[in-house]
């Protein structure tokens, strides 16, 4: 059986058109009022529903949003795991 050719390979040399990288700033920590936000989001999420499936029926609000307080309740706790990703 025939050997097949062996190709060679070039070396890499980076193009002349690019830019040097800059160096990224550095960030302190997130201001204490980020966290509060950010954890209060979560925690009135999670109350929201619990309420709702404990008194929804006798909280005129809630009674009349029906089932839009599902979309409220997990709408307020993923805005605040959303907020997460920007916590340092």
């Known amino acids: 059986m025939p050997k097949s050719k062996v190709r060679k390979k070039t070396a890499y040399t980076p193009g002349t058109d690019r830019k040097t990288p ?25 109350v929201w529903l619990i309420v709702n499936y404990l008194a929804g029926r006798e909280i005129p609000l809630m009674a009349e949003l029906g089932n839009w307080n599902f979309a409220i309740g997990f709408a307020l706790m993923i805005t605040g795991l959303l907020m997460t990703m920007r916590w340092r």
């Open 22 to 46: 800059v160096a990224a700033r550095a960030q302190g920590p997130t201001h204490p009022v980020y966290k509060a936000v950010m954890f209060g989001l979560m925690l009135l999420g999670l």
